[in-house]
């Protein structure tokens, strides 16, 4: 596949190296940070940071602690609430109706908000205040929630149906629907540049420089053209990782490394983030590939199967349902081993968030 040979070299593979685990475990029995495998040695290219040696030379030694207990459920309804909230209030039902229907119909359409609610624990955990990262939680979800209008055209995937609820091209029109995504994707800039407060003006700019960077072609936009061009064509194992550390993960990555911005973490809080969030972001499309060809459309709240149907290159596929399962153990593991460099406290909320999405079962509509 020619098209494929673009991409850059510096894109470490971690499908291509060994894989290890011992699969899927219940979620109820939590595992010490310290007890995780670390076998998997992912390499994360830092972007706009110090020279990696500096880095590392600036790097501190893990935490030998374990999580401690943690209202996980509370704390996300607590904090769906907030974002929920902020969201409804950033889309008033103003002229033109139509369109301002069609954002809304789709932004607040439910789920789990897992994105947000993961800027606002990234916030937190290097010492920052919800509040600081609030407008930009919202700029994320509008821009996912953009990603998925335009995912679900027939021009795309051509689905039917997201978070439980017919698209939003079904109910409004392809027209509309174009419209809806664009609006939401240009308000989500205003809102964090009009909204954000008390953030120096620097870490305002820097982060919306980093959201811009995983929405654009180098983000979330190369993660869907390669996948595109790669319809029809044998693609690999390394091909595959691209494209979803692009297509998926880069925005889960935007999330927390935004809100450890806005929440003024330094330049080695915010690498270890970045890597935490790269784990997450590639487990959460193992998962998703793992539940599509396990669970049922009603179970999922979105067309089961499809992606057998249309042959379309997944990780059970070229893995296997085993390894990928052992797959996103292991990423598990390196996720949280990422945590270990913090304060195990303001960590939990990050660690349960890696476990919930890794397990999260017939949930997965409720994150989408």
């Known amino acids: 596949m020619a098209f494929l040979t673009t991409i850059p070299s510096n894109e470490t593979s971690v499908l291509l190296k060994t894989i290890f685990g011992t699969g899927l ?86 789920g789990k908000r897992v994105r947000p609610v993961l800027c606002l624990a990234a916030c937190e955990l290097v010492g920052g205040d919800e509040a600081l990262a609030i407008p930009m939680a919202c700029a994320v979800e509008m821009i996912h929630t953009m990603s998925l209008i335009h995912d679900d055209l027939p021009c795309m995937d051509n689905d039917d149906l997201r978070r439980g609820k017919p698209t939003n091209h079904k ?19 205003k809102h964090v540049a009009a909204r954000t407060s008390n953030v120096a003006s620097g870490r305002v700019v820097k982060a919306i420089a980093e959201l811009a960077t995983a929405v654009g072609s180098e983000g979330l936009v190369a993660g869907q053209i390669v996948d595109i061009y790669s319809e029809g064509k044998d693609v690999t194992l390394k091909d595959l ?19 450890a911005v806005m929440g003024g973490g330094n330049v080695i ?48 596929k070229l893995m296997g349902l085993s390894r990928a399962k052992k797959f996103a153990a292991e990423l598990v593991g390196r996720a949280v081993e990422e945590l270990s460099y913090f304060d195990a406290a303001r960590a939990a909320p990050l660690y349960h968030l890696a476990n919930y999405i890794a397990y999260r079962s017939n949930e997965v509509h409720t994150i989408q």
């Open 241 to 259: 990782e691209y494209i979803h550390v692009h297509k998926t993960s880069v925005l889960l990555e935007a999330a927390v490394v935004c809100g």
């Open 25 to 110: 475990k219940n979620p109820s029995n939590r595992t010490p940070f310290s007890q995780y495998p670390k076998t998997l040695p992912l390499k994360i290219q830092a972007t706009n940071v110090v020279h990696s040696i500096q880095i590392q030379e600036l790097m501190t030694k893990p935490r030998k602690n374990t999580v401690p207990e943690f209202q996980f459920d509370d704390y996300m309804v607590k904090k769906a609430k907030t974002v929920n909230k902020a969201l409804d209030e950033a889309i008033p039902l103003q002229k033109p109706i139509i369109i301002h229907e069609a954002m809304r119909y789709s932004l607040l359409a439910g």
């Open 171 to 189: 109910v409004f029109g392809e027209e509309t629907a174009v419209l809806a995504g664009d609006a939401l994707l240009a308000l989500a800039f």
């Open 269 to 316: 809080d915010v690498e270890r983030v970045r890597k935490y969030a790269r784990y997450i972001g590639l487990l959460f499309q193992v998962v998703d590939d793992i539940l599509d060809v396990t669970k049922s459309s009603e179970e999922l709240g979105k067309t089961a199967g499809k992606d057998l149907a249309t042959d379309k290159a997944t990780y059970p």
